[in-house]
């Protein structure tokens, strides 16, 4: 097999400040007409893609699996699901990316598989087999009960009876997504084989899921229960038992870091490649970023939930955010992002609080490709989607169904992306699409806007082509400048360069002091901050830029 061809240039560092756009494989473009995104349809998008400017993309699962949680129950690490093609098309989709100079990264899912999987078929079988112990199992309390009191982020306890066996295995999400047990090398052994299979076929990077969910306490102790003022929901709705332990003993192991320095040691034998890891904590989230992303030994960088929760971004709350990771990891590096595949989007989490929804999305997309650290884009999210809001019979997400209707789960941001306003299925299907298509999506289409030069997606084309003319942006270092009232400013600085950005986050119009040591105005960016020949005038919901000496 002859790996995909890779870009012209290999520069091992592409990652630090990349800006990552994020296809969820079944919702982004269906070639084939039954309803579902495949691989073949990414590729025939990736021109759309590269011209939005981004660095880099990163697919959701689609490897073989029998589909409970959408592809995140793997039951074959190196087969793609006939759903979504075969793998002459994902090397098609290298192909593809890399002639429009776009590296790809994979979602990996390292935790747990399918019970499908040929493993665990295998580890079920009884206890003496040689997979026995590939995954978590541990005998019943004298009464019967689970070895733990451990919970699953989908709802109930974390242990599944297994009457072969007559024992409990572990599963952190789904019951038919059992847990490996990373403490046997051979499981490690395993998965960094496959890791090497994708790396071999050309792959640029991993996004690693659940990354601190890879190793559970072997002396499998009970979590302690969590104070009322310390629960969140930033990783589980409220509506969750989950939220009322501190998860102490069933994730963020010590082991964890060993495991991750084989895994970078792995990368590192091939040229310019990088991960990065999602954080699903929500007490020690940042430091948790900071110990995974030190001392250039572990993962590239991470993300954790801190804005991907639901609690409003004022400008103390960013700064809060900017300081405590500096604080936790000082020579880590984060990926932020404010929409995924798995939480409501930020158009409406955010969105749905303010008085001028359409800036205030353009303003937030300055922001956060304006931050340290690298950027995770989620499709749609340029196009200023909203939240989906579904019918119970519409619901194929089982977190949804479980909790609904005070949750109704990831389905409302996992819609099919809107291509052409007037096309059936707005042109991503020839057939009946997986999930409805919401009516008010239609307007905001690509074709719709693609044409207007003051549009939601070329607002992020502008910034786009305006942060990489600017390198302080990419790869600088970032110190605060002013994080009081509504508008919140800092500098990024590399090397002798140094420019200041400032964003009113209110309604309100504001005014705010000139640096002295300012030099030029900046534009090109698409926001309508005015210097003034006394201070800086910042319309609502506006931003300002400027390049200091």
Request: charged letters at 25%.
């Amino acid at each position: 097999m002859s790996p995909a061809p890779k870009p012209d240039y290999l520069d091992r560092d592409w990652w630090r400040g990349a800006v990552i756009y994020q296809i969820y494989p079944r919702s982004f473009q269906d070639s084939s007409g039954d309803g579902v995104g495949d691989l073949a349809g990414i590729a025939q998008r990736m021109d759309y893609v590269a011209s939005l400017g981004v660095d880099a993309i990163w697919v959701s699962p689609f490897y073989t699996s029998p589909m409970k949680d959408f592809g995140y129950d793997v039951s074959d690490y190196c087969g793609v699901d006939p759903l979504f093609g075969t793998l002459a098309d994902f090397d098609a989709l290298i192909a593809e990316a890399h002639r429009c100079n776009i590296k790809v990264m994979i979602d990996l899912v390292l935790s747990h598989t399918s019970d499908q999987h040929p493993w665990f078929q295998e580890s079920m079988r009884d206890r003496e087999n040689p997979k026995q112990d590939w995954y978590v199992w541990a005998d019943p309390k004298p009464d019967g009960s689970p070895p733990t009191n451990w919970l699953s982020i989908f709802g109930g306890s974390g242990w599944a009876w297994n009457g072969r066996r007559r024992q409990y295995y572990l599963h952190n999400f789904l019951a038919s997504q059992p847990d490996l047990n990373l403490h046997n090398l051979k499981v490690q052994d395993a998965l960094l084989d496959a890791v090497r299979f994708w790396l071999e076929r050309g792959v640029d990077g991993f996004r690693l899921d659940t990354i601190n969910f890879y190793f559970h306490d072997a002396q499998l102790r009970d979590n302690p229960p969590l104070p009322d003022h310390m629960r969140n929901d930033s990783i589980a709705p409220s509506v969750n038992p989950y939220n009322y332990q501190d998860h102490l003993h069933d994730k963020n192991q010590p082991e964890n870091l060993e495991f991750l320095k084989r895994f970078r040691a792995l990368m590192d034998e091939y040229p310019a490649v990088a991960a990065v890891g999602e954080v699903g904590d929500s007490q020690r989230g940042l430091q948790i970023v900071g110990e995974y992303t030190s001392g250039g030994d572990k993962v590239h960088m991470c993300y954790a939930f801190e804005f991907l929760s639901r609690q409003f971004p004022d400008s103390a709350r960013i700064s809060s955010v900017i300081g405590k990771f500096h604080a936790a990891a000082p020579d880590g590096w984060a990926c932020w992002a404010f929409s995924n595949h798995d939480v409501e989007r930020h158009g409406s989490r955010w969105g749905g609080r303010v008085t001028d929804r359409d800036a205030y999305l353009r303003l937030m997309a300055g922001l956060l490709l304006s931050l340290r650290g690298s950027v995770c884009l989620y499709q749609g999210e340029e196009l200023g989607l909203t939240e989906a809001d579904l019918a119970f019979e519409d619901l194929q997400d089982p977190y949804g169904i479980e909790f609904w209707p005070e949750f109704k789960g990831r389905d409302g941001c996992r819609t099919p992306m809107v291509w052409e306003k007037e096309r059936q299925c707005a042109g991503f299907t020839d057939g009946e699409p997986w999930l409805p298509i919401p009516p008010e999506h239609r307007t905001l289409a690509v074709d719709q806007q693609d044409s207007m030069a003051n549009s939601m997606v070329n607002h992020y084309r502008t910034f786009l082509r305006f942060r990489k003319t600017h390198t302080p942006l990419i790869k600088g270092e970032l110190k605060l400048v002013s994080e009081s009232g509504p508008v919140l400013s800092f500098e990024r600085i590399h090397g002798n360069e140094r420019l200041f950005c400032a964003f009113n986050l209110s309604d309100a119009e504001q005014f705010i002091a000139v640096p002295d040591d300012l030099e030029e105005a900046l534009d090109g960016h698409g926001f309508s901050g005015l210097l003034r020949a006394a201070d800086i005038e910042l319309p609502p919901y506006q931003a300002f830029f400027a390049r200091l000496r």
